[in-house]
T-cell receptor, first 115, second 111 residues
């Protein structure tokens, strides 16, 4: 089983619909992140959480919300999806103790298309 | 604000043709520079961490080096399976321990 699991892997949704992307990890890491990746723009940080009670906005948080349900689970919601939220979304984890040694561990991504 | 610039955006090599990828960075207090490999449709996979100028790390045909302003990923005698996007990221004390990524270099190695 993967260390960081994202569901669904692919999703097509309509404009205005609410959608949730889920991430769970078995790494035992305390920190979790949501990034989106767009061609030519690279990876951009949406939200991050350093522990269950700590949630922080990243550089592109507008239109998104998150929930850290447990240390191992971090979900990303699009309250009302719009076409320019079409992207590849990645969840990542790191350990506050050793994070600087190995950076992040990434999930396999969710490809979201908003039509 | 931390900045990471990677060049070239894309690089096409023949099998066995060695080359280097560049990552230039501007940060307040570098705590680590990371290289990742990303295959199409997959998440980035960790390759190396470099901490201080002069440091070098090697893995198979890849060698990463670090100066005070940039890092190089040297690829020696590449094979087609080395084809991927290579991402550089920095971890600075000024960014509250978040990684800032470059846009990546798409490497294609032709047989």
């Amino acid at each position: 089983d993967a260390d960081v699991t994202q569901t669904p892997r692919n999703r097509i949704t309509k404009t205005g619909k609410r959608i949730m992307l889920e991430c769970s990890q078995t790494k035992g890491h305390d920190r979790m992140y949501w990034y989106r990746q767009d061609p030519g723009l690279g990876l951009r940080l949406i939200y991050y959480s350093f522990d269950v009670k700590d949630i922080n906005k990243g550089e592109i948080s507008d239109g998104y919300s998150v929930s850290r349900q447990a240390q191992a689970k971090f979900s990303l919601s699009l309250e009302s999806a719009i076409p320019n939220q079409t992207a590849l979304y990645f969840c990542a984890t790191s350990d506050s103790g050793t994070g600087s040694l190995h950076g992040y561990t990434f999930g396999s991504g969710t490809r979201l298309t908003v039509v | 604000e931390d900045q990471v610039t990677q060049s070239p955006e894309a690089l096409r090599l023949q099998e066995g043709e060695s080359s280097s990828l560049n990552c230039s960075y501007t940060v307040s207090g570098l705590r680590g520079l990371f290289w990742y490999r990303q295959d199409p449709g997959k998440g980035p996979e960790f390759l190396f961490t470099l901490y201080s100028a002069g440091e070098e790390k090697e893995k198979e045909r890849l060698k990463a080096t670090l100066t005070k302003k940039e890092s190089f990923l040297h690829i020696t005698a590449p094979k087609p399976e080395d084809s991927a996007t290579y991402l550089c990221a920095v971890h600075s004390g000024g960014s509250n321990y978040k990684l800032t990524f470059g846009k990546g270099t798409l490497l294609t190695v032709n047989p």
